[in-house]
């Protein structure tokens, strides 16, 4: 069985923002809430936000298979590593890669694309 979140529009795509089976959960499009700041802060609120779609499944970081972090200028790569340096875990962080490349919004200066596991039983979270 699929679970599909957060279902929007919005930027003129139809999508779901996390899709979980049984086994498996995809984010996609985890960006800040705000574009406002540099790098620090857009970092932070993409990682506060994959957070928060994780507990939503009662999951969390310990969760997390493989992180794709998309930067709009590579130049932004040592700052945004610092922020994901205080958030990763130290024993068990997740698979990483960073790539750079023109976001579908300018004012975005990252975007992550996140696979995870299911480890609860019971599949836990709010429906």
Known sequence: ????????????????QVVASNALVFLSGMHPDTTEGDITNQMRGALRN???????????????????????????????????????????PPART????????????VELVVTACRTQTGHGGRG
């Open 1 to 16: 069985m699929l679970e599909r979140r957060n279902i929007s529009n919005l930027d003129g795509a139809r999508k779901a």
């Open 98 to 109: 960073c790539i750079s490349g023109a976001l579908y919004r300018p004012d975005l200066r």
């Open 50 to 92: 994959v957070d928060a779609a994780l507990a939503e499944l009662g999951e969390d970081q310990g969760s997390i298979f493989m992180v794709h972090v998309w930067l709009a200028d590579m130049a932004d790569f040592d700052a945004m590593n610092a922020v994901w340096n205080a958030w990763a875990s130290d024993t068990s």
